[in-house]
């Protein structure tokens, strides 16, 4: 069992940045893939970033590519997602996500591959 607590949410101007912690439980974190997605109002849940649970790979929606770095800090037990040059259209709420990988260097890129979901963070783009 995992459980998974975001922080560092807010409001933050158009071209501002804002930096996400996903704390997640459990001793056996580094087998985990984990993920970033988040959701909009009146939208469905969209991948935004995710990384392999060894940390060596990475992939990103093309919508914040060049703009979000997602990293992870296995002896922490923490996942982040650095958000740069932040837009309007990045206005939702953002939610971590975990799988248990059997592959050290797979990237999940469907809601429904993930097994553990937190409860999400608000981050609104003012224009």
């Known amino acids: 069992q995992v459980q998974l607590v975001e922080s560092g949410g807010g409001l933050v101007q158009a071209g501002g940045s804002l930096r996400l912690s996903c704390a997640a439980s459990g001793r056996t974190f580094g087998s985990y893939g984990m993920g970033w997605f988040r959701q909009a109002p009146g939208k469905e849940r969209e991948f935004v970033a995710g990384i392999s649970w060894s940390g060596d790979n990475t992939r990103y929606a093309d919508s914040v590519k060049g703009r979000f770095t997602i990293s992870r800090d296995n002896a922490k037990n923490l996942v982040y997602l650095q958000m740069n040059s932040l837009k309007p259209e990045d206005t939702a709420v953002y939610y971590c996500?975990?799988?248990?990988?059997?592959?050290?260097?797979?990237?999940?890129?469907?809601?429904?591959?993930?097994?553990?979901w937190g409860q999400g963070t608000q981050v609104t783009v003012s224009s």
């Open positions: 996500a975990a799988v248990r990988s059997r592959y050290s260097s797979t990237i999940y890129y469907y809601p429904n591959d993930y097994d553990y």
